[in-house]
């Protein structure tokens, strides 16, 4: 089975297209993620989003916003302008959640729940057990 979870910055706009055979939605960003070690260089991975993921990735996600992305992890030859192959790695999602949001909002402060009341424990003589 492939499953692959990463947590990366978007660094490039979504872009959106559409297949020519049946106008299936297709989106392409780029994400960056921190190297193996602390003194490693920053990674970058292509994602791929299709149908209705991909029009939620254009329409959601832009530059700055950290992501969990989960997906499929695969291996594309391509062809280079100076005449060899190369193999890039890249990630097929499938569910995509805000971390977050380049803009400085945290999605978990846009929907916390109430703080709850405060309750006196002073008396507990009252309490049946």
Do not use: H, W, Y
């Given at each position: 089975m492939n499953s692959?979870?990463?947590?990366?910055?978007?660094?490039?706009?979504?872009?959106?297209?559409?297949?020519?055979?049946?106008?299936?939605?297709?989106?392409?960003?780029?994400v960056e993620f921190p190297g193996m070690r602390d003194d490693s260089p920053k990674e970058s991975l292509k994602v791929v989003g299709w149908g209705n993921l991909a029009n939620t990735i254009k329409e959601t996600y832009h530059p700055g916003d950290r992501l969990i992305i989960e997906g499929r992890l695969g291996m594309n030859m391509i062809e280079r302008q100076e005449g060899f192959k190369e193999k890039?790695?890249?990630?097929?999602?499938?569910?995509?959640?805000?971390?977050?949001?380049?803009?400085?909002?945290?999605?978990?402060?846009?929907?916390?729940?109430?703080?709850?009341?405060?309750?006196?424990?002073?008396?507990?003589?009252?309490?049946?057990?």
């Open positions: 692959f979870v990463l947590m990366a910055t978007v660094i490039r706009e979504p872009e959106l297209r559409f297949t020519k055979e049946n106008q299936t939605p297709v989106c392409e960003f780029l890039r790695a890249e990630l097929t999602a499938s569910r995509i959640s805000l971390v977050d949001s380049g803009n400085g909002i945290n999605p978990g402060e846009l929907s916390s729940p109430p703080e709850p009341e405060a309750v006196d424990l002073s008396n507990t003589d009252d309490i049946p057990f």
